[in-house]
């Protein structure tokens, strides 16, 4: 890992949606072995020692260059409107979405923070996990000067849709979220274009509604003021069948 890394995972009745998907999502990281499941042994302490049916969190799993991990929980955050100017646009590609969201109070139920060495291995007992810091929980990202701090902005996939098929402006397919979009998209027989788009296509896309994020801690979110997602003769598109199924499933 050359950059850290922050994810933020949405957390609903006291269980983590599309669990097995983020795991595969830190399989790609290519982390030492020691320090991958050291990491699957403090997400396992948090499911069982700071979560109860009935919880609504953010996990938020920060990851540094020189290993050093940090899990913490946050309280849920009102998904975004968007629009076309949160997109980050590169060369006329669209690269992505970067929208600034306000800082929230930390979750009633308080996360460790801690460092990880990741030789020797540490227990798997999770009993000798540190305890929770009783102080205010800082931010699970820190922050370089000058810089902002990661945990207090919202970034996702962009997706759209065009002549029938979708369009994921991404050079691949990472996120738990993106990756359940492109499944249930073929499943519903919808072909799906993986690679950086021209942003002249997406705007023509989102002015039909026919244009979102996905976002780990938010879903599905559309891009554009209006933030519907039924094609102008009223018919369902690709776009509303796609967003219908996901609904089910996050």
């Known amino acids: 890992m050359a950059y850290p890394i922050t994810y933020r995972w949405r957390i609903h009745d006291g269980v983590l949606p599309l669990r097995q998907r983020h795991m595969r999502d830190l399989s790609k990281l290519n982390l030492p072995n020691s320090l991958t499941a050291w990491v699957h042994e403090r997400l396992e302490w948090a499911m069982l020692n700071l979560l109860t049916k009935g919880s609504e969190a953010v996990l938020v799993l920060h990851i540094d260059p020189a290993h050093e991990v940090r899990l913490s929980l946050d309280d849920v955050r009102e998904a975004p409107a968007l629009t076309l100017d949160d997109l980050c646009v590169a060369d006329g590609l669209v690269l992505g979405v970067e929208k600034p969201m306000p800082s ?36 699970p990202n820190p922050q370089d000067e000058g810089s902002m701090d990661a945990s207090l902005t919202m970034t996702g996939d962009v997706w759209f849709e065009q002549e029938g098929e979708l369009f994921a402006s991404v050079v691949d397919l990472s996120t738990a979220t993106s990756t359940l979009c492109r499944d249930l998209a073929e499943t519903l027989g919808f072909k799906v274009n993986v690679g950086l788009q021209p942003k002249e296509a997406l705007f023509q896309a989102a002015s ?43």
């Open 104 to 139: 929230c109070m930390p979750a009633c139920m308080p996360a460790p923070s801690t460092s990880c060495n990741p030789s020797p291995m540490p227990s798997t007992n999770p009993s000798p996990m540190p305890p929770p810091n009783p102080s205010p929980m800082s931010s």
């Open 208 to 250: 039909s509604n026919q244009a979102f994020v996905i976002s780990d801690e938010f879903g599905f979110i559309p891009i554009g003021s209006e933030g519907g997602m039924e094609s102008a003769a009223g018919g369902e598109t690709a776009t509303t069948r796609l967003r219908l199924a996901f609904a089910k499933l996050w």
